[in-house]
């Protein structure tokens, strides 16, 4: 069972940047999926959440408006479209699957850094 984040890096204020989340040895479309991020000297934060057939979003408000989570059942995969993306979005982001919510988890990433800066 392995996921796997790409996409991360630098990226300036007010840009845009696409995250991917491929995962293999297990059926993503049985299970909920969510981004969560980790700023430096700060703890684990929720960002968003998608339903397993995709039906359903949440976001956290201070990514709500800006940030897009989708999935490609097909391709076994997960996306997250950062647009206008902030000093304060700064983080390690990690993928994360879990199968009966999208707050509990039965497997993560190892994560992918992104750095919003001019």
């Known amino acids: 069972v392995q996921l796997v984040e790409s996409g991360g890096g630098l990226v300036q204020p007010g840009g845009s940047l696409r995250l991917s989340c491929a995962a293999s040895?297990?059926?993503?479309?049985?299970?909920?999926m969510s981004w969560v991020r980790q700023a430096p000297g700060k703890g684990l934060e929720w960002v968003s959440g998608i339903y397993s057939d995709g039906s359903t979003a949440y976001y956290a408000d201070s990514v709500k408006g800006r940030f897009t989570i989708s999935r490609d059942n097909a391709k076994n995969t997960m996306y997250l479209q950062m647009s206008s993306p902030k000093s304060e979005d700064t983080a390690l982001y990690y993928c994360a699957a879990g199968y009966y919510t999208v707050y509990v988890y039965n497997f993560w990433g190892q994560g992918t850094q992104v750095t919003v800066s001019s």
């Open positions: 040895g297990f059926t993503l479309s049985n299970y909920y």
